[in-house]
C-alpha cells in the first residue's frame, strides 16, 4: 500500500493544523495507522495510532490531550488534528501503516508501510 502525508506549514505556537494520510491501492480499513515524528537531529518518535479493528487510539504523553487521530475509511484517510501546537512539535511527520496491526505499535520496526512524510514547523 502506498502512503501519502499531507497538510504540514508554518504555524504559530498555540496553533492548530490537521495531517492527513491517504493510501492508493488496496483500501486502508485494515491497517493500523500509526503517526511518527522527526525533528533535525533526532531519531523518528511515535507520536500516536488507531487501530483498524475498533479505531482505538493511543497517544505518546507529550501530546495527549493536544492531538487527536481519526479515520474514514470511505476516503482511504487517517487524519492528525493537532491543537495547542508547540515549537517542541516541529518536525517532520510521517504516516505508518500495518495491516491487521495488532497492539501497541508505537515502534518505527512495527510497521511495514511509510508515507514520504510532512514537514510542520511551530514558531515562537
Known amino acids: 500500500v502506498q502512503l501519502q502525508a499531507s497538510g504540514g506549514g508554518l504555524v504559530q505556537?498555540?496553533?492548530?493544523?490537521r495531517l492527513s494520510c491517504t493510501t492508493s491501492g488496496r483500501p486502508f480499513s485494515t491497517y493500523t495507522v500509526g503517526w511518527f515524528r522527526q525533528a533535525p537531529g533526532k531519531e523518528r518518535e511515535f507520536v500516536g495510532r488507531i487501530?483498524?479493528?475498533d479505531s482505538n487510539?493511543?497517544?505518546?504523553?507529550?501530546?495527549?490531550?493536544?492531538?487527536?487521530?481519526?479515520?474514514?475509511?470511505?476516503?482511504?484517510?487517517?487524519?492528525?488534528?493537532?491543537?495547542?501546537?508547540?515549537?517542541?512539535?516541529?518536525?517532520v511527520y510521517y504516516c505508518a501503516a500495518e495491516n491487521y496491526?495488532?497492539?501497541?505499535?508505537?515502534?518505527?520496526?512495527?510497521?511495514?508501510?511509510?508515507?514520504?512524510?510532512?514537514?510542520l514547523t511551530v514558531s515562537s
Open 101 to 119: 496491526g495488532l497492539g501497541l505499535l508505537n515502534k518505527v520496526s512495527s510497521y511495514d508501510y511509510w508515507g514520504q512524510g510532512t514537514e
Open 13 to 17: 505556537a498555540g496553533g492548530s493544523l
Open 51 to 53: 487501530s483498524w479493528s
Open 57 to 91: 487510539t493511543y497517544y505518546v504523553d507529550s501530546v495527549k490531550g493536544r492531538f487527536t487521530i481519526s479515520r474514514d475509511n470511505a476516503k482511504n484517510t487517517v487524519y492528525l488534528q493537532m491543537n495547542s501546537l508547540k515549537p517542541e512539535d516541529t518536525a
